[in-house]
C-alpha cells in the first residue's frame, strides 16, 4: 500500500528558528514530491521535486530529494510568525497526489 | 486569474440529511479533484475526472457519495444520506493535462458538519 509519512507531526519554535520537515514515503509509480503550506484554507503549492540532490529554493525555504532513501526534507530558515501553518507531503503517482498527514508548525514571537 | 471557486464554504446538517458541494476549477482545467480532509490528517483522493470522464473513483464510497461533471467544467460531489463520520473538509481542485506538471491548485474547501 502507497503510503507518506511526515514528522514530526507538530512542532514549536521562536521567530528566527531553523526548521527541518521531514517526508519519507512508499509509493508505486514514483512520478514527483511536492510540498504545501495549509493555513486556515486551501493548500498552496511551495515546491515540485522530481531529481535526486537538486535543491529548490524560495526565499526562506528550501527542499530536496533523495530518491534513493525515498525521502524529502523541508527547511524553513529565520522562520516568522506568518510561517505557522500545516505543511503537507505530497507524492505523485500516476496522476494522483497521496498526502502525507501533515506538519503543524507554530512559530512564537 | 480567478482560482478555484467552492461552495458553500461551511455546511451544518443532521445525520441522514442529503448535502451537495459545487466546484467550479480554474478556467481550461481539464483534471478536477475531489479530497476529503479529515482533521489532523492530509487530503484523500475521492475522485479525479479527465474532462467529464471519472478516471479514478476507487476510494469513493459509492453507496452513499456520487459526483459529476457533466460539461467537463463545475463539478457536483453529493453525500446522501450524510453520516456523523463524514464531517470534514471537502476540497476541490485542478490542473492542466492531467497534472502532468503535478500541480494542482486547490480551492478554499467546504467544511462539512454533520450533528
Known amino acids: 500500500e502507497d503510503k507518506v509519512v511526515q514528522s514530526p507531526l507538530s512542532l514549536v519554535v521562536h521567530e528566527g528558528d531553523t526548521v527541518t520537515l521531514n517526508c519519507s514515503y512508499e509509493?508505486?509509480?514514483?512520478?514527483?514530491l511536492l510540498w504545501y503550506k495549509q493555513e486556515k484554507k486551501a493548500p498552496t503549492f511551495l515546491f515540485m521535486l522530481t531529481s535526486s540532490g537538486i535543491e529548490k529554493k524560495s526565499g526562506r525555504l528550501s527542499s530536496i530529494l533523495d530518491k534513493k532513501e525515498l525521502f524529502s526534507i523541508l527547511n524553513i530558515t529565520a522562520t516568522q510568525t506568518g510561517d505557522s501553518a500545516v505543511y503537507l507531503c505530497?507524492?505523485?503517482?500516476?496522476?494522483?497526489?497521496?498526502f502525507g498527514q501533515g506538519t503543524t508548525l507554530q512559530v512564537k514571537p | 486569474e480567478a482560482g478555484v471557486v467552492q461552495s458553500p464554504r461551511y455546511k451544518i446538517i443532521e445525520k441522514k440529511q442529503p448535502v451537495a458541494f459545487w466546484c467550479n476549477p480554474i478556467?481550461?482545467?481539464?483534471?478536477l479533484y475531489w479530497y476529503r480532509q479529515n482533521l489532523g490528517q492530509g487530503p484523500e483522493l475521492l475522485i479525479r475526472y479527465e474532462n467529464e470522464e471519472a478516471v479514478d473513483d476507487s476510494q469513493l464510497p459509492k453507496d452513499r457519495f456520487s459526483a459529476e461533471r457533466l460539461k467537463g467544467v463545475d463539478s457536483t460531489l453529493k453525500i446522501q444520506p450524510a453520516e456523523l463520520g463524514d464531517s470534514a473538509v471537502y476540497l476541490c481542485?485542478?490542473?492542466?493535462?492531467?497534472?502532468?506538471?503535478?500541480?494542482?491548485?486547490f480551492g478554499p474547501g467546504t467544511r462539512l458538519t454533520v450533528l
Open positions: 509509493v508505486t509509480n514514483f512520478r514527483s
Open positions: 478556467s481550461g482545467h481539464n483534471t
Open positions: 505530497a507524492v505523485v503517482n500516476t496522476g494522483k497526489l497521496i
Open positions: 481542485a485542478s490542473s492542466l493535462d492531467g497534472g502532468r506538471k503535478n500541480e494542482q491548485f
